[in-house]
């Protein structure tokens, strides 16, 4: 009997020197992690990023009207002039009220990796005290600095409203010449609540599923703009059909003028969708800038080179649309690589989507009327892959192919497909659902028309 309690006194003895043990291990585990926590500073307004966001905010908002408005207009013909900027003009508005009803509260709030909710309906979650006791918005931690500095969560919703206001925008020149004013109007509102919002949650939403969980890389919006808004206008061309006359007519633009306005103020204003998507005045904003700059001014070359190379003359168009290419191309990456990898990704920006912008769309015979899905759906994509080519840890905190971390770009071309197969699968739903309430295609008299006369009454002299 003696024996068997010794035996089990020194069990339970040897147990609690586990169990004390495996505490002071777990104690100190755990220290580092709380005096990190403990030297975190607490989010606190800083002037200075709040300023430059401003300032992004205004340049992102340049890029729809009049920047795409007047990029767009010049492209279509004389009688769709009217037309098409009213598309870039009803879409800012349209969004600006989404936005402020449910569309910012879908995108950035609630803990779901996969679906944002309703706490920030009708933006009732901006008016309160921040850390400093100041009423007119809480801050946006989420994107606050290493010293803890961060700006008004109001600044994060109007600059986050800009992106969502443009990708609808973006897909209008899929089917440029051709589609209902009312039905542009419903398929815009529908597809960014259910499309956009999503994506938007899934990417950049504080624990998203592809940001946060899958570990993809989008600095400003490679697969959440660019992709999601080239393959919609993709599948938009596709199901309403080509414009009449295709193939066979002359659709060459209007008013190259505009278009090369349009993408002077693109390229201006892009500066605040990269630079500024750092959320900071910082070295990563620069960096973003510096390799936004870069990228663009490569890929315009190198459409303008193999344009001429192969035409026997450089066009202002292509040297526009090279220049849009290396935009979409660089942006997933702007605040990941450093300026070598800015000029790869615009070299092969411009090569490929001068590629699939004339020869691939010719070969496949579809009528993506401005080059919505050649550049933007295309650059977008190559963007997207090669940040996980390029990604200096320097840069951004994560490493890419080049220094020896293949398991990235895995994972951009994983992020990639999901937002394809979503984008692709809704798309179709929403545009054969406009199609069978309100119809998506004008009738062949307004079409030979115009747009400006038959949906406006207006017209251009």
């Known amino acids: 009997m003696m024996n068997r309690l010794t035996r089990t006194g020194r069990a339970l003895a040897a147990g609690f020197a586990s169990l004390l043990m495996a505490g002071m291990a777990f104690a100190q585990d755990a220290a580092p992690a709380a005096a990190d926590a403990a030297a975190a500073p607490p989010p606190h307004l800083d002037s200075g990023h709040t300023a430059w966001v401003l300032v ?59 679906f944002g909710d309703l706490s920030a309906l009708f933006l009732q979650n901006l008016i309160g005290p921040d850390q400093a006791g100041t009423v007119g918005g809480i801050l946006w931690a989420a994107g606050a600095d290493a010293n803890g500095g961060a700006i008004p969560e109001s600044v994060n919703m109007m600059f986050q409203m800009t992106f969502a206001i443009i990708t ?25 609540l259910i499309v956009y919002c999503t994506v938007a949650h899934w990417v950049w939403a504080p624990g998203g599923w592809l940001g946060t969980k899958l570990g993809v890389l989008d600095y400003a919006g490679g697969t959440v703009v660019h992709i999601n808004a080239g393959v919609a206008g993709l599948i938009g061309c596709l199901m309403v059909g080509k414009r009449k006359g295709y193939g066979h007519e002359n659709f060459a633009p209007h008013n190259l003028t505009y278009t090369l306005i349009g993408a002077s103020l693109l390229w201006v204003g892009w500066f605040g969708f990269n630079a500024g998507s750092a959320l900071t005045a910082d070295g990563r904003a620069a960096m973003a800038m510096v390799t936004t700059q870069i990228a663009t001014a490569v890929a315009a070359l190198a459409w303008m080179f193999i344009e001429w190379a192969v035409r026997g003359k450089p066009s202002a168009l292509g040297l526009a649309s090279g220049a849009v290419a290396g935009l979409v191309a660089i942006t997933p990456a702007a605040g990941f690589v450093g300026p070598e990898g800015a000029f790869a990704i615009g070299a092969v920006a411009g090569f490929v ?90 009738t062949l008299e307004e079409e030979v028309d115009g747009l400006d006369i038959s949906l406006h009454g207006e017209v251009v002299h």
Not at 61 to 88: C, D, E, H, W
Not at 387 to 392: I, N
Request: glycine residues 12%; proline residues 2%; charged residues 10%.
């Open 168 to 192: 609808p925008a973006l897909i209008t020149g899929a089917f440029a010449d051709r589609m209902k004013f009312s039905a542009v109007i419903v398929f815009s509102a529908l597809w960014s």
């Open 56 to 114: 992004s905010t205004g340049l992102v908002l340049l890029m729809t009207i009049p920047g795409l408005a007047l990029f767009y207009a010049g492209m279509v013909r004389k009688k769709n002039i009217l037309a098409t900027m009213m598309q870039s003009f009803v879409i800012t508005c349209l969004i600006t009220v989404l936005w402020f009803v449910v569309g910012y509260s879908l995108s950035f709030h609630g803990e779901n990796p996969f």
């Open 353 to 442: 989507c001068f590629w699939t912008a004339t020869t691939l769309k010719n070969k496949l015979g579809y009528d993506d009327s401005l080059d919505a899905f050649g550049v933007h759906g295309i650059g977008g994509i190559i963007g997207a892959l090669l940040t996980g080519v390029f990604a200096l840890k320097e840069v951004g905190g994560t490493s890419g192919l080049l220094q020896g971390n293949p398991a990235q770009l895995l994972v951009q071309a994983e992020g990639v497909g999901i937002v394809l197969v979503f984008n692709v699968i809704v798309s179709v739903i929403l545009f054969k659902l406009v199609d069978l309430v309100i119809g998506l295609r004008v």
